[in-house]
T-cell receptor, first 113, second 119 residues
Framework: AQKITQTQPGMFVQEKEAVTLDCTYDTSDPSYGLFWYKQPSSGEMIFLIYQGSYDQQNATEGRYSLNFQKARKSANLVISASQLGDSAMYFCAMKGSASKIIFGSGTRLSIRP | GAVVSQHPSWVICKSGTSVKIECRSLDFQATTMFWYRQFPKQSLMLMATSNEGSKATYEQGVEKDKFLINHASLTLSTLTVTSAHPEDSSFYIC???????????????FGPGTRLTVL
């Protein structure tokens, strides 16, 4: 069985600061993928970043980077230089051998001006 | 890019009626589509996996007779909530997996969601 855990229900960060959103996972699949999605109040799911379990380097996409620690089964999202528009729900997700994406409980990020 | 649409974007219905939600992949073919449900301030919960031309696979605890899924073509999957009740009020989101094209991990694309309110 697969499981995604996000232990931070909510976070407040000052604008322009960096923020780390935590994510741990559990799976017995040897090959899997980890995702982060952003969901603003409109409800749409916005893909941010992906990390494959066999990728040697941590993924980066602009201001987003994924701190992948395979031995610890963690895949934290780091947002550098936060902006007001970053305020949203953030979901960590995983896809295993069954090819379906399952989501964590989410973290609500609020950026203070 | 790969676009997935849902129709309607929101719907209000009376208790006991049935509601159909459509999920379309607009510029790609999708052998597999997924249906999720999201209650307010909660995560997305996978309801079922819809495969073109075959029966859907439901997650544990999801009533297949209540949530009818039809994936009749490579670009369309429908979710029908039968005999809807207020507890079925939720945000329903579909996603579609691209059948072909550039090999990409990001092969699953999400629709904008449908907000269902049952009175």
């Amino acid at each position: 069985a697969q499981k995604i855990t996000q232990t931070q229900p909510g976070m407040f960060v000052q604008e322009k600061e960096a923020v780390t959103l935590d994510c741990t996972y559990d799976t017995s699949d040897p090959s899997y993928g980890l995702f982060w999605y952003k969901q603003p109040s409109s409800g749409e799911m916005i893909f941010l970043i992906y990390q494959g379990s066999y990728d040697q380097q941590n993924a980066t996409e602009g201001r987003y980077s994924l701190n992948f620690q395979k031995a610890r089964k963690s895949a934290n999202l780091v947002i550098s230089a936060s902006q007001l528009g970053d305020s949203a729900m953030y979901f960590c997700a995983m896809k295993g051998s069954a090819s379906k994406i399952i989501f964590g409980s989410g973290t609500r990020l609020s950026i203070r001006p | 890019g790969a676009v997935v649409s849902q129709h309607p974007s929101w719907v209000i219905c009376k208790s006991g009626t049935s509601v159909k939600i459509e999920c379309r992949s607009l510029d790609f073919q999708a052998t597999t589509m997924f249906w999720y449900r999201q209650f307010p301030k909660q995560s997305l919960m996978l309801m079922a996996t819809s495969n073109e031309g075959s029966k859907a696979t439901y997650e544990q605890g999801v009533e297949k007779d209540k949530f009818l899924i039809n994936h009749a073509s490579l670009t369309l999957s429908t979710l029908t909530v039968t005999s809807a009740h207020p507890e079925d009020s939720s945000f329903y989101i579909c996603s579609a997996r691209r059948t072909s094209g550039p090999s990409s991990y990001n092969e699953q694309f999400f629709g904008p969601g449908t907000r269902l309110t049952v009175l």
